[in-house]
């Protein structure tokens, strides 16, 4: 996706990812050391944000394939499912942006494209919803701020359903 001359694509071989710092030291950690490797085992998919011709990333997200327990639905939603053990979802595992390049609309433009591929994918291989891991009470402020919902009795964990996601995209 391109807009304003930012970029977000798969991470490759030539993003500077080593000067990335967004003040979670798990999160930079793991771009710096894990995400190429996650990649490479299909563990989870790394989509970066730059602007070129800078490499360096500017910020990042992942994406990997989970099961959610059926009883770990809110009633509304669970009474409406099949009774499989799991519902398939979509984890968006980890979203920073540089602390740099905070407040300038990257942690929004991260996260839509994040919710478009997830659609994107999810017309192919089902996906009931996109569940996200807020690192903390601020990220999950900002999760809520995009309407996500946190599972009952997990509160660093939310879910924003793929019929939500849809309609954003479809009108
Ligand atoms: C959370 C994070 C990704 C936000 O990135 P950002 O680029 O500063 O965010 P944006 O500039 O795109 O802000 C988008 C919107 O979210 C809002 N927002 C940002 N952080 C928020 C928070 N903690 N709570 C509520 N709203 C928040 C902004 O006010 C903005 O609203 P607007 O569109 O109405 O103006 C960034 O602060 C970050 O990387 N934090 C450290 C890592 C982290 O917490 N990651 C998320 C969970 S793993």
């Not at 327990?69 to 519902?87: F, G, S, T, V």
């Not at 740099?100 to 994040?114: M, W």
């Not at 879910?159 to 995209?169: C, E, G, H, N, V």
């Amino acid at each position: 996706m391109t807009a304003d001359k930012y970029l977000i694509e798969a991470l490759g071989k030539h993003h500077g990812r080593s000067v990335f710092q967004c003040g979670t030291e798990e999160l930079d950690r793991y771009l710096h050391q894990q995400a190429g490797q996650e990649e490479r085992r299909n563990v989870a998919m790394p989509f970066v944000l730059t602007k070129p011709p800078v490499p360096d990333v500017i910020g990042y997200y992942t994406l990997s394939a989970l099961g959610v327990d059926h009883e770990a639905w809110p009633l509304e939603i669970a009474k409406k499912l099949p009774r499989y053990p799991q519902m398939p979802v979509t984890l968006l595992g980890r979203l920073a942006v540089d602390s740099g390049h905070r407040g300038e609309g990257h942690g929004k433009r991260l996260l839509t494209d994040a919710l478009y591929r997830s659609w994107q994918a999810s017309r192919q291989i089902g996906s009931m919803a996109v569940v996200v891991e807020a690192i903390d009470q601020r990220a999950r402020g900002f999760y809520e701020a995009f309407d996500f919902v946190a599972f009952p009795d997990q509160e660093l964990r939310l879910y924003l359903p793929m019929a939500t996601i849809a309609k954003a995209f479809t009108g």
